[in-house]
């Protein structure tokens, strides 16, 4: 089993920053990823990270704006750092949890879900 918990998100002007944090607990050492999904939208994926921090991945919309971090030093926690942000960043985001074997960006292989966290960019 894995508990996720997400934290962080809010109110920003377009071109803010802030700072998703997914504390997981559990079975910890997974890959991680950050999804999200606007109204009306499928759930896409952001980012995500290998188990051991040693590969990332980051959709298009996002490269060259959001950091994507893990600190396994004690429980897991991954943070989202999102920088120059845009009105299209809005939506619920959500953090999973996936087995180690496949790929990082698969969203079918990610088996555990946050309750997610509302961002939304005004303009």
């Known amino acids: 089993q894995v508990q996720l918990v997400e934290s962080g998100g809010g109110l920003v002007q377009a071109g803010g920053s802030l700072r998703l944090s997914c504390a997981a607990s559990g079975r910890t050492w997974r890959n991680m990823g950050w999804f999200r999904q606007a109204p009306g939208k499928e759930r896409e994926i952001v980012s995500a990270v290998s188990w051991s921090g040693g590969s990332t991945y980051y959709a298009d919309s996002v490269k060259g704006r959001f950091t994507i971090s893990r600190d396994n030093a004690k429980n897991t926690t991954v943070y989202l750092q999102m920088n120059s942000q845009k009105p299209e960043d809005t939506a619920v985001y959500y953090c999973?949890?996936?087995?180690?074997?496949?790929?990082?960006?698969?969203?079918?292989?990610?088996?555990?879900w946050g309750q997610g966290t509302q961002v939304t960019v005004s303009s």
């Open positions: 999973a949890s996936g087995p180690r074997v496949g790929l990082i960006d698969d969203k079918g292989k990610y088996d555990y």
